[in-house]
């Protein structure tokens, strides 16, 4: 298996609602990323996990909250959204390392929507 | 941090054309990405890069590290590779951190 894969593949919420995305991986990665993508852009990074610590942290509201559970499995979830917050979440995983092992991948995204 | 610049930011071509899309960055890497997105679509990595070529079907890409600099090529192009495409690098660090991403190429293959 060799895929990152993000569910949903779209969702809509509104701004009292909590709502979660996931991203599992089972390539034996040891490190997880979510990163936000508005139109037009490029992505942005918005967590870094490693080892299913969280690593980094790129100043994110905190009305976003990850979470990793285990190797496999990364979870972003959402409370108290803004519309401005509508965007494509990527998520993406790696050896923690450099080199050719490292093998960074991503998935297909969640198009979030915010109303 | 290093700053990562792609050229062209816009390319329409005609189908069959040869076409390059050129990626600098300033500070000194572990790896390069030409990364491929298609309108409304999810990011699709096409090639990792720490040295030298790769080849994949009709794509094309290369590094040089000396001179900060990596180009993607595609031959044969088709309408179907209408897309973005976006060069991103990792640090020389060890350990895990973010790509740093150009702003893409918006690439438009006309039949």
């Known amino acids: 298996d060799t895929e990152v894969t993000q569910t949903p593949k779209h969702l809509v919420m509104g701004m009292t609602n909590k709502k979660s995305l996931k991203c599992e991986q089972h390539?034996?990665?040891?490190?997880m990323y979510w990163y936000k993508q508005k139109a037009k852009k490029p992505p942005e990074l918005m967590f870094v996990?490693?080892?299913?610590?969280?690593?980094i942290n790129e100043s994110v509201p905190s009305r976003f909250s990850p979470e990793c559970p285990n190797s496999s499995l990364l979870n972003l979830h959402l409370h108290a959204l803004q519309p401005e917050d509508s965007a494509l979440y990527l998520c993406?995983?790696?050896?923690?390392?450099?080199?050719?092992?490292?093998?960074?991948?991503f998935g297909s995204g969640t198009r979030l929507t915010v109303v | 941090k290093n700053e990562v610049e792609q050229s062209p930011q816009n390319l329409t071509a005609q189908e069959g054309e040869f076409i390059t899309i050129n990626c600098s960055y300033s500070v000194g890497i572990s790896a390069l990405h030409w990364l491929q997105q298609h309108p409304g679509g999810g990011i699709v990595s096409l090639f990792m890069?720490?040295?030298g070529k790769k080849k994949h079907g009709r794509l094309i890409a290369t590094i040089n590290i000396q001179e900060k600099h990596s180009s993607l090529h595609i031959t044969a192009s088709h309408p179907r590779d209408s897309a973005v495409y976006i060069c991103a690098v990792k640090g020389s660090g060890g350990g895990a951190d973010g790509l740093t991403f150009g702003k893409g190429t918006h690439l438009i293959i006309q039949p």
């Open positions: 993406a995983s790696s050896h923690p390392g450099t080199g050719n092992f490292y093998g960074y991948t």
């Open positions: 890069l720490s040295s």
């Open positions: 996990y490693s080892y299913e610590k969280l690593s």
């Open positions: 390539m034996g990665h040891r490190a």
